[in-house]
Nanobody, 128 residues
Framework: QVQLVESGGGLVQPEGSLRLSCAGS????????LTWARQAPGKGLEWVSS????????IYADSVKGRFTISRDNRKNTLYLQMNSLKPEDTAVYYC?????????????????????RGQGTQVTVSS
């Protein structure tokens, strides 16, 4: 069965950095676009970034553009999110999710609430 397991979260001070990882199994990892999403306390699920199956296309939410970098290693079946210059408003549970094909329209990729598969999440807390 499809499994997505996030790791790398934790407590970090403002302006600090973290790198999240997401290990995928149970599907042909290189064939699918992947997405990071987050959910802050008391708020809905928010799309953060997506990467195409081969890694050649990436898109970011305006709130993280220039600070976060999404990448993937298809040899290791692993997705990454490098987060720099973290802010308290980045505090959230971060999820990786599997899109149903290699890439798609932005308005479709944004719809993280309808992705079929999502991991259990990893908590990121930005606080001094």
């Amino acid at each position: 069965q499809v499994q997505l397991v996030e790791s790398g979260g934790g407590l970090v001070q403002p302006e600090g950095s973290l790198r999240l990882s997401c290990a995928g199994s149970g599907f042909t990892f290189p064939n699918y676009a992947l997405t990071w999403a987050r959910q802050a306390p008391g708020k809905g699920l928010e799309w953060v970034s997506s990467i195409s199956s081969g890694g050649q296309f990436t898109i970011y939410a305006d709130s993280v553009k220039g600070r976060f970098t999404i990448s993937r290693d298809n040899r290791k079946n692993t997705l990454y999110l490098q987060m720099n210059s973290l802010k308290p408003e980045d505090t959230a549970v971060y999820y990786c999710a599997k899109y149903y094909r290699g890439w798609g329209p932005r308005e479709d990729l944004f719809r993280v609430d309808v992705y079929e598969y999502r991991g259990q999440g990893t908590q990121v807390t930005v606080s001094s």
